[in-house]
């Protein structure tokens, strides 16, 4: 008899149990997780926390697989004597938000661990939560981070190796002839006026049209890869050309010279100012080439309107393209050989890389039939491309137009390599042509962030973005980018 009263009284009290259980929330909903990237380097981790409950400050661990995660940000909570651990502990109600340092560049998982209770006498285990979240590259987070004296001397870095690109060193020659040709005596000090000229209009020009195509929320890149506009670079470079040969003195117009020559003064002004237009001109010329590389800065210009930074960073990253040119013009007195028949040789030369290179930058304009090496199939719209990205496969999303030099180089030689092809067995290849610019391809560069080709988007089989490459990757590098979508 005893027996049985004491089974029925356990099974009150195990029945008790069971329903006080139920009316506690699960840890998931008690304890509501949710995390973003707020800069390039910066995760921020928030727990949404239901009223009756609090979490442990000294409870939170942070790890990344793909990234670094450096000291979490906890902010101080409120004192609370737990009785579980008899002792004050630091809590949280309602919201907290970590902040947590990230150092690596592409997509990785975060894992948080957690821990809570409930003020009616319930503690959870500790709670795992995860997402998978992209970092920024170095320059793009020390671009996010708006400090203009990390930004400049950076960009100025930047900008110096863009100097000894095919694009920029022709300009070379170019501004030594001006500087040679000029009727004063060519001096240090003159020189220095001189290239100083050219370079302030090159790099005023450069950062004022990239301030305004991020405001208007087109990129560089997308408008200086028309067809139209990439034509009229290679007849420049074409034009320039023959003045190496030649064929015409590169020189002021005679209508401004006859009225350099009304007095000294006005025509140290005038030439400076003719010079400075020449190097406006060649701040469009170079633009192409160099396009590629702004592209995070433009993206950033035209998220946040932040004119300031924007404009600092492709300032300098202008004024270190120049850094040759002023070598030139330093070295226009006694550093700089005097003219003589090797100058010949050496503007032929020149002139062989500027015909080069704009048969190199006119190649994509030629008329052909685009066939891949690889066997993509096209999207058209945003709609068909998330048709595809439901079918739960891993797809890789190549962005392509006929004018694009880059996307050629990657169909001939990283596609076509055997590695790449293996390494992307099994994904769905789609490909999106942008030749023709029309409002579908906008939108579709638009919704990622896209200023125009080449650009490689990879995606796992939920449509999330692994990862993505802006610009050429020869095969090797590439076949370690797609490691990403196994």
């Not at 990344?64 to 002792?87: M, R």
């Not at 070379?172 to 009727?183: E, T």
């Not at 702004?294 to 492709?314: C, E, F, M, P």
């Not at 023709?436 to 638009?446: G, I, P, T, V």
Request: charged content about 15%; glycine content about 10%.
């Amino acid at each position: 008899m005893m027996r049985r009263i004491l089974l029925a009284l356990l099974l009150a009290v195990l029945g008790l149990a069971r329903a006080v259980a139920q009316d506690f929330l699960e840890p998931e909903a008690a304890f509501r997780f949710s995390a973003r990237m707020a800069d390039g380097g910066t995760a921020e981790v928030s727990f949404d926390i239901a009223d009756g409950y609090y979490m442990y400050r000294d409870r939170f661990r942070f790890s990344a697989d793909g990234a670094k995660v450096d000291a979490p940000q906890l902010p101080p909570g409120k004192l609370k004597f737990d009785q579980t651990f008899g002792k004050e502990v630091e809590t949280y109600r309602h919201r907290v938000t970590v902040r947590v340092p990230v150092q690596g560049e592409g997509p990785f998982v975060l894992r948080v661990t957690s821990q809570g209770c409930a003020d009616a006498g319930l503690c959870y285990s500790p709670m795992d939560s995860g997402v998978t979240l992209e970092a920024a590259a170095p320059l793009a987070q020390t671009l996010q981070g708006g400090q203009l004296l990390k930004i400049v001397p950076l960009f100025l870095l930047l900008g110096l190796g863009l100097a000894f690109t095919p694009c920029v060193l022709p300009m070379v020659p170019i501004l030594s002839s001006i500087i040679v040709g000029d009727s004063a005596r060519p001096s240090r000090k003159r020189g220095l006026l001189l290239s100083g000229a050219y370079s302030l209009g090159m790099a005023l020009v450069y950062t004022g049209f990239g301030i305004a195509a991020g405001l208007a929320g087109e990129g560089l890149a997308a408008s200086l890869q028309r067809p139209w506009v990439i034509g009229g670079f290679a007849l420049l470079l074409s034009a320039l050309a023959l003045s190496m040969f030649g064929v015409y003195e590169l020189q002021l117009p005679a209508v401004l010279q006859s009225r350099l020559a009304d007095s000294a003064n006005r025509r140290t002004a005038g030439k400076l100012a003719g010079v400075f237009g020449m190097g406006a001109v060649s701040a469009l010329m170079v633009g192409p080439c160099v396009a590629a590389p702004l592209a995070g800065a433009l993206v950033y210009i035209s998220q946040t309107r932040d004119v300031l930074v924007g404009g600092s960073a492709l300032f300098a990253m202008a004024a270190g393209m120049s850094v040759p040119l002023v070598l030139v013009g330093v070295s226009a007195g006694s550093l700089l050989p005097r003219a003589g028949s090797w100058m010949v040789w050496v503007k032929r030369g020149f002139g062989v890389m500027l015909l080069a290179l704009a048969a190199w930058m006119a190649l994509p304009l030629l008329p052909n039939r685009h066939v891949s090496a690889l066997p993509f199939k096209q999207v058209a719209n945003v709609q068909q491309l998330e048709a595809e990205l439901a079918k739960g496969r891993p797809v890789m999303l190549d962005f392509y137009a006929d004018w694009c030099v880059s996307c050629k180089e990657m169909e001939k030689f990283t596609f076509s390599a055997a590695p790449v092809k293996a390494a992307l067995e099994g994904a769905v290849l789609l490909q999106t042509d942008v030749t023709s610019n029309s409002n579908e391809d906008k939108a579709l560069l638009k919704r990622y962030g896209l200023f125009g080709p080449p650009a490689i988007i990879l995606f796992d089989g939920e449509g999330k973005e692994l990862a993505r490459v802006i610009g050429y990757q020869d095969a090797a590098r590439f076949q370690q980018t797609l490691a990403k979508l196994k």
